[in-house]
């Protein structure tokens, strides 16, 4: 069973940062691509950024410049070094790993800032 765990939200003040962590249960080369979502309320889940089995990533042009996607292989980890955050950035933040046929999603991590 594939698990993602992520972690590493918090309460933060404007122009702060954090940085977000995935752990996967297994090899995370096992996963055609991983990502980064969020979802504020009432808002639809979007993307945050994403990187592939091969190491390219994308950004949302929301974050491009801020936010920071990157691996640890041997740690089977994803993380999400996030900086100059803005009250717009508070959400849910979801890790998910993509296979051929099928998704995984973590349980999410809350991040909320302050003006």
């Known amino acids: 069973q594939v698990q993602l765990v992520e972690s590493g939200g918090g309460l933060v003040q404007a122009g702060g940062s954090l940085r977000l962590s995935c752990a996967a249960s297994?090899?995370?080369?096992?996963?055609?691509?991983m990502g980064w979502y969020r979802q504020a309320p009432g808002k639809l889940r979007e993307l945050v950024a994403s990187?592939?089995?091969?190491?390219?990533?994308n950004y949302a042009d929301s974050v491009k410049g801020r936010f920071t996607i990157s691996r640890d292989i041997a740690k089977n980890t994803v993380y999400l070094q996030m900086s100059s955050l803005k009250p717009d950035d508070t959400a849910v933040y979801y890790c998910?790993?993509?296979?051929?046929?099928?998704?995984?999603w973590g349980q999410g991590t809350q991040v909320t800032v302050s003006s």
């Open positions: 297994g090899s995370i080369f096992s996963f055609n691509a």
């Open positions: 998910k790993g993509q296979k051929v046929l099928a998704a995984y």
């Open positions: 990187i592939t089995s091969g190491g390219s990533t």
